[in-house]
Structure formats: C-alpha cells, structure tokens
C-alpha cells in the first residue's frame, strides 16, 4: 500500500495553523535567540534587532512549510506542541516570570 499524496485539500486548516501557531512559534523562537546571544534589557542594540527581526523569516519559513503537512489537524497538532517545547523553553531560560 503506497502513502498517501499531498493535495490541496484542507488548505485552510494548514494555512490558519501556519499563520496562527506559527505566528506564536516564531514570537517563540525570537524569544530564544535573544536569550541565546545575551540580549538583556533592550531591543534597540545591534543584538536586540537581529532577535527582533529574525521573527518575519521564521513566520514565512514555517507558513511556507505547514502546507506539507497531510491535513490541517496535523499541522495544528504539530505547531501546538511546537509551540508548547519552545514556550516551555523560554520559560525555562528565565525569560518568563
């Protein structure tokens, strides 16, 4: 039995999931990156507006992407719990609270 083909059906729950929880996981990951490369207290340093700014290509790359998943609960399904590890992480870095 051969695996199933990608179509374009679902194309709006896979494009809400990337727009959404991409958006959320992005915001996310830009979060990391500050943390990662030792931004403190501002966003206006050299440092500040690469974490700031790495946000746009990461949200086009994953809204790029979430069309390949099988079906819109997939993505959503595989975003969220992307979100959830990377949110997790943020908080666990001691950026949250």
């Known amino acids: 039995m051969s695996a199933p083909q990608l179509t374009s059906r679902d ?12 958006f959320v996981l992005a915001l996310g990951l830009s979060g990391l990156i500050a943390w990662s490369i030792g931004v403190s207290d501002t ?9 700031m700014w790495s946000m746009s290509p990461v949200w086009c790359l994953i809204l ?24 997790a992480s943020v908080y666990a870095a001691g950026m949250l609270g």
């Open 64 to 87: 790029s992407l979430c069309f390949l998943f099988r079906s819109g609960g997939r993505a959503w399904g595989v975003l969220g719990l992307a979100s959830v590890i990377v949110w």
């Open 43 to 51: 966003f206006f340093s050299t440092r500040g507006q690469l974490a």
């Open 11 to 22: 194309w709006l729950g896979k494009a809400s999931a990337g727009l959404i929880l991409g």
